[in-house]
């Protein structure tokens, strides 16, 4: 119980935009997940302690916590993690100027059913942004495209690629 309790002054910290003390309520909250073994909680919070990495301007932790969270979260079934951890990865494609990728991310998050409302805000918001810089034929080729393509084909695309992540969950290792 005490892990949620810190999970949670961790979610209100980061609301107030309080950051840092987000990131060490959420490392502690962390620590007793990973020792409990519940994965789930792990990948979730793995999630949110990542969009706090990410808004300190630590943008390779927080990748990684979002790959290892979207990992976790493939092995557990937890769709909505995933998706929250997709967003994040979107969010850093943005910042690492590929509009683009960034915008199909974000549009397939939408359409998928099990988006909570907070990744869905997210989500809307990055792809207000990207419509935004991006010109109305980049628009519709990014559009044409997500027709064409599933969320499981981008998540396993981005698993391969990212094989340490799948290497920390598999021995266990969960650290950040």
Do not use: C
């Not at 810190?6 to 962390?30: D, M, N």
């Not at 998050?109 to 988006?115: D, G, K, M, N």
């Not at 997500?146 to 340490?164: F, G, H, P, R, W």
């Amino acid at each position: 119980a005490t892990s949620y309790a810190y999970r949670g002054l961790g979610l209100i910290a980061q609301t107030l935009g309080e950051h840092q003390q987000a990131v060490a309520l959420f490392r502690q909250s962390l620590t007793m997940l990973t020792e409990l073994g519940a994965r789930q909680d792990v990948a979730r919070l793995l999630a949110e302690l990542s969009r706090s990495l990410f808004a300190l301007g630590d943008d390779a932790e927080a990748e990684h916590g979002w790959l290892v969270a979207l990992r976790l979260a493939s092995a557990t079934s937890g769709n909505f993690i995933m998706l929250e951890a997709l967003v994040g990865l979107a969010a850093l494609q943005a910042k690492q100027g590929n509009q683009a990728r960034a915008l199909a991310w974000s549009s397939l998050i939408l359409q998928h059913p099990a988006a909570i409302q907070a990744t869905r805000q997210h989500a809307e918001q990055l792809q207000n942004e990207m419509i935004a810089q991006l010109t109305q034929q980049q628009v519709e080729t990014v559009q044409a495209r997500v027709k064409t393509t599933t969320l499981e084909t981008v998540i396993d695309e981005l698993l391969q690629q990212n094989s340490a992540a799948g290497e920390m969950v598999e021995s266990g290792r969960i650290s950040i």
